[in-house]
């Protein structure tokens, strides 16, 4: 694959993801009673960036979990989806309390259906809420999200790239022609 474009290097994400945070506690009137779940992978070091971004602003840290959304996949055969393991990694009470997930990219919508599904599964939040460093557009399902740190059109033709310095030992977003 090659390069078309670097659409954000490692200050810009932070600005976007300093923007998001504000963006969340300016939406939710404060963060109280609220908890970032990152979809796996990439989604968990974004969650707790904003985390800790917010912690910076508020002065109020946030609880931060995980939910692997690899059970709740719409391409799983029937004999998987009768087997499906319910320990996908959410390790926090949801009940009465505004989830916001957090990923990457948001492409088809068919990764935050399957990570809605899981954190349902576990209890009744008063609320979810999505927050994406990148939305490419192209949705299968109607989601949207709530907090986008930028809106990138896309063809199918390419692909959107996030690195973090926490896998990829860099931080930006490229984009890619197949």
Do not use: C, W
Not at 37 to 44: L, T
Not at 94 to 105: A, G, Q, S, Y
Not at 124 to 143: F, K, N, Q, Y
């Amino acid at each position: 694959m090659k390069v078309k474009s670097i659409l954000m290097d490692g200050k810009a994400m932070d600005r976007t993801i300093i923007r998001m945070a504000h963006e969340i506690i300016e939406k939710n009137k404060g963060v109280d009673n609220t908890i970032l779940v990152g979809i796996k992978s990439r989604g968990i070091p974004l969650a707790e960036r904003i985390a800790k971004y917010i912690d910076n602003i508020e002065g109020k840290t946030l609880p931060v979990t995980s939910v692997d959304i690899s059970a709740y996949r719409d391409d799983l055969t029937t004999d998987e989806i009768k087997n499906r393991i319910k320990d996908f990694g959410l390790n926090i009470e949801v009940d009465n309390k505004i989830v916001i997930l957090v990923d990457d990219v948001l492409f088809t919508g068919r990764t935050v259906r399957a990570a809605i599904d899981a954190i349902i599964d576990t209890g009744r939040p008063t609320m979810i809420e999505l927050a994406v460093l990148i939305d490419r557009g192209h949705r299968e399902l109607p989601i949207r999200a709530d907090f986008v740190g930028k809106n990138i059109p896309t063809s199918r033709q390419e692909e959107i790239s996030v690195q973090l310095e926490e896998f990829d030992g860099e931080n930006s977003v490229k984009i890619y022609e197949l």
